[in-house]
């Protein structure tokens, strides 16, 4: 079935350090895909998205690679700070199908 | 904040009461969501409204009955829920194929 989820529930990394969090999706017909962060007590705050026919994005940051051959996106953070304690969760989308498909979340946590 | 708002942000009722959700977007967007968000799970779509009209139904239980007068504005009204429908109530908006803004949340707790 479809589903999109996230190989560890938490990551903890020193502050500094760059953390990466990984996400595999299973729908072959998701062509748009985004990162959240959502810290304790709100909503999910967006953070990058990316559409299938890239494979790399970046902010500020952060950096979005997206490998559609085995269904795999990565979420990379540099020089990680506390505030970017949160958990972090990923969703796919296909076009006109109103329809995004979350994973589960991994809880990051920076070590002062 | 996001430009999304949900009001109350806390809740705690009877499971013989009724009660509704409200959310509120100010962003010009066309497509209002629903999502149920429990411990450990990831979020579940409940309804989904574009331009105004019910798009997406995900077998939802009839306790829950969403309302969409207008394109800001979207309702949850509750009633008879169980224990188990406690969770965290997200409101989420977006704009064409361009990515969901979230409010900050009801947490719903059913006693």
């Known amino acids: 079935g479809e589903s999109v989820g996230l190989h560890l529930p938490t990551l903890s990394v020193q502050e500094g350090d760059n953390s990466i969090i990984n996400c595999a999706y299973s729908n072959s017909a998701s062509d748009y895909f985004i990162w959240y962060k959502q810290e304790s007590g709100k909503g999910p705050q967006f953070i990058i998205d990316?559409?299938?026919?890239?494979d790399k994005r970046q902010g500020q940051r952060v950096t979005v690679l997206l490998n559609k051959t085995v269904k795999h996106l990565s979420l990379q953070i540099a020089a990680t700070q506390p505030g970017d304690s949160a958990v972090y969760f990923c969703a796919g989308y296909t076009s006109g199908t109103y329809k995004y498909i979350f994973g589960t979340g991994t809880r990051l946590k920076v070590l002062a | 904040e996001t430009g999304v708002t949900q009001t109350p942000r806390h809740l705690v009722m009877g499971m013989t009461n009724k009660k509704s959700l409200k959310c509120e977007q100010h962003l010009g967007h066309n497509a209002m969501y629903w999502y149920k968000q429990s411990a450990k799970k990831p979020l579940e779509l409940m309804f989904v409204?574009?331009?105004?009209?019910?798009?997406e139904n995900n077998s939802v239980p009839s306790r829950f009955s969403p309302e969409c007068p207008n394109s800001s504005h979207l309702f949850l009204h509750l009633h008879t829920l169980q224990p188990e429908d406690s969770a965290l109530y997200l409101c989420a908006s977006s704009h064409g194929d361009r990515p969901q803004f979230f409010g900050p949340g009801t947490r719903l707790t059913v006693l």
């Open positions: 409204y574009s331009l105004e009209e019910r798009v």
């Open positions: 990316i559409r299938s026919n890239m």
